[in-house]
Nanobody, 117 residues
């Protein structure tokens, strides 16, 4: 069974940095796109950043220039480096991976990021 486990969330002051990690395990033969989403209280889940198998990236406008997504295919792991954090970045951050030829979507359990002003 495929599992995605996130780590690295926490409480940080505005202007600070955090690095999220998401490691995949289980019957993983081919991870295609990977991404980070976030959901703030009372809001819909939104895409923050994504990365293809060959490293092409895309970002939400709100995080461009502050967040960097990367991946280590040998470790089935995706990272999100978050710099210059703002209170509006406060949310639960979820890792997502598209796996296999059917591009099945898997989610992590989420990790809380709280940015204080």
């Amino acid at each position: 069974q495929v599992q995605l486990v996130e780590s690295g969330g926490g409480l940080v002051q505005a202007g600070g940095s955090l690095r999220l990690s998401c490691a995949g395990s289980g019957m993983i033969f081919s991870i295609n796109d990977m991404g980070w989403y976030r959901q703030a209280p009372g809001k819909q889940r939104e895409l923050v950043a994504s990365i293809t198998q060959v490293g092409s990236t895309a970002y939400a406008d709100s995080v461009k220039g502050r967040f960097t997504i990367s991946r280590d295919n040998a470790k089935n792991t995706v990272y999100l480096q978050m710099n210059s954090l703002k209170p509006e970045d406060t949310a639960i951050y979820y890792c997502n991976a598209k796996i296999g030829w059917i591009n099945a979507s898997y989610w992590g359990q989420g990790t809380q990021v709280t940015v204080s002003s």
